[in-house]
């Protein structure tokens, strides 16, 4: 009975994404923080850095690699990205069984309302000191449902537009309750290091075009910059440096796909000086040089 009702379940989240999932990728919806994931065939092992956000899948699956850990979240899971780390991924999906999924943003805002309004009550049996960054966790009744509300009001715009704040806030209230309440709570609490952390890198997420100063980014994180270095590095695995390359290369492939500005262009507007420079670090990132990426995206349009 159980089984049942729990297939009645990930039934009810397809037939809500399906209408919505117009074509691959990361759909845009009518709320700004919700978006449908969806794929028709599987996709191989590539670079990625999802912002923070609830990765919840109907349908399909995905298996992220971070480090030496690997996370699946497949259909009746969800995936937390409390802080936007690099990570790869791999998705297993098909034209009979295309990967169905929706990204809920997570509002910080928000977030740090409820962590407030659940004040001294919300108390876990562990709090590590410094949280996962990512984790997948089971998608259990309550937070289930949640999302089938959130969605169904994506398709009602009077619903959407009395209840859709509502929704969003049910949907976090049910994480928050979850096995990563711990995490998220910890991205709100100002003296937390991963908060602090989760700080640095929305300053890098809006300046990425712009020079590194490490010093600047130990500041955003009310840190000196020693101990700043390393806790940035123990949180994301990689230095603020090479989590800058990183974070260029997949802004120059969104705009590479979408964009149809020259490489040199490109390589410009993601803060390289030299185009040169770009391309050969984006072909050993991606393993094909941008002029291929930009190439084969806009061939197979026309």
């Keep these: 009975m159980q089984l049942t009702r729990h297939v009645d379940a990930n039934a009810t989240l397809v037939s809500l994404l399906k209408p919505l999932a117009t074509r691959d990728g990361l759909l845009p919806t009518a709320m700004e923080q919700v978006h449908v994931v969806s794929a ?13 956000s609830l990765m919840v899948i109907a349908q399909g ?3 992220a690699y971070l480090g030496e850990r690997r996370l699946e979240y497949g259909a009746g899971h969800y995936l937390v990205q409390a802080m936007p780390v690099p990570f790869e991924c791999e998705t297993f999906a098909s034209s009979e069984t295309p990967l169905l999924g929706v990204s809920i943003g997570i509002d910080r805002t928000l977030l740090g309302e409820l962590v407030l309004a659940m004040g001294a009550s919300f108390e876990l049996d562990v709090r590590p000191q410094m949280p996962e960054s990512m984790a997948s966790s089971l998608l259990d009744h309550t937070m289930r449902e949640a999302v089938v509300r959130l969605l169904s009001c994506l398709h009602d715009p009077l619903e959407r537009q009395i209840l859709g704040r509502a929704r969003l806030r049910e949907v976090l209230f049910a994480a928050l309750r979850g096995p990563q309440g711990g995490a ?33 980014l130990a500041r955003c994180a009310s840190m000196g910059t020693s101990a700043f270095y390393e806790h940035f590095k123990r949180s994301t695995l990689v230095s603020p440096v090479q989590y800058l390359k990183r974070l260029r290369l997949l802004k120059a492939q969104q705009l590479l796909v979408t964009d149809r500005h020259s490489v040199a262009q490109v390589a410009l507007q993601v803060g390289y000086q030299s185009a040169s420079q770009f391309s050969r670090e984006y072909k050993r990132y991606f393993n094909r040089s941008p002029a291929a990426e930009r190439s084969e995206h806009h061939t197979a349009e026309v």
């Design 40 to 52: 028709q065939c599987a996709v191989s092992r590539s670079p990625q850095i999802y912002e923070p």
């Design 61 to 63: 699956s995905k298996l």
């Design 184 to 216: 998220l709570r910890a991205l709100v609490e100002q003296r937390s290091q991963f908060a602090r952390i989760a700080a640095a890198l929305m300053y890098l997420h809006t300046h990425y075009d712009e020079p590194l100063n490490v010093e600047v």
